[in-house]
T-cell receptor
Framework: AQSVAQPEDQVNVAEGNPLTVKCTYS??????LFWYVQYPNRGLQFLLK??????LVKGSYGFEAEFNKSQTSFHLKKPSALVSDSALYFCAVSFTGGGNKLTFGTGTQLKVEL | DTAVSQTPKYLVTQMGNDKSIKCEQNLGHDTMYWYKQDSKKFLKIMFS???????INETVPNRFSPKSPDKAHLNLHINSLELGDSAVYFC?????????????FGSGTRLTVV
């Protein structure tokens, strides 16, 4: 079985400040971890993924995420938030031997204010 | 060119009707999916096809029937529509399954049952 938890329904941050969107996971094998972003009335867009190797993964639009195996976490970060980053962010997980199924968290609404 | 395209984008229909949503991908991927996003933005997998073969069939009412005429197309037919079917339905595709490639999503079909 696999599951993903995003403990915060909403994160508010001022423009220019660093942001973190939290994600923890549970899988029965080695995890493959993803972040997607959804803008209003749009589909999900891929941001970044962790498969193996370096625990710090860099993705689109200046986002990065750190894989922490001991804490089973994959938090999304950005050093300096922009108002245009305001969107709904989803963490997702699959795992080795897990076949085709990608399980999503419940989403975190990021609001960046001036 | 749109990688994963869904039609229609919006669908408003009465209870009891039968409707179809179409999905096409031009990425050469061999696996396609249907996800349902409810009013709380929660994403849940419904079906997955690999090279026209059904490989994931989650607990979905049998009023929902996917059809894959070839690996580039995955359609969703819904019989006897109910109010609770109102949601956004996303099509997605991947190469070799979710592990470790992630998905490419369509822009969604917003179904409203009245």
């Amino acid at each position: 079985a696999q599951s993903v938890a995003q403990p915060e329904d909403q994160v508010n941050v001022a423009e220019g400040n660093p942001l973190t969107v939290k994600c923890t996971y549970s899988v029965s094998g080695n995890p493959y971890l993803f972040w997607y972003v959804q803008y209003p009335n749009r589909g999900l867009q891929f941001l970044l993924k962790y498969i193996t190797g370096d625990n710090l993964v860099k993705g689109s639009y200046g986002f990065e995420a750190e894989f922490n195996k001991s804490q089973t976490s994959f938090h999304l970060k950005k050093p300096s938030a922009l108002v245009s980053d305001s969107a709904l962010y989803f963490c997702a997980v699959s795992f080795t031997g897990g076949g085709n199924k990608l399980t999503f968290g419940t989403g975190t609404q990021l609001k960046v204010e001036l | 060119d749109t990688a994963v395209s869904q039609t229609p984008k919006y669908l408003v229909t009465q209870m009891g009707n039968d409707k179809s949503i179409k999905c096409e991908q031009n990425l050469g991927h061999d696996t396609m999916y249907w996800y349902k996003q409810d009013s709380k933005k929660f994403l849940k997998i419904m079906f997955s096809y690999n090279n026209k073969e059904l490989i994931i069939n989650e607990t979905v009412p049998n009023r929902f029937s996917p059809k894959s005429p070839d690996k580039a197309h995955l359609n969703l037919h819904i019989n006897s529509l109910e109010l609770g079917d109102s949601a956004v339905y996303f099509c997605a595709s991947s190469q070799g399954g979710a592990s470790p490639y992630g998905y490419t999503f369509g822009s969604g079909t917003r179904l409203t049952v009245v």
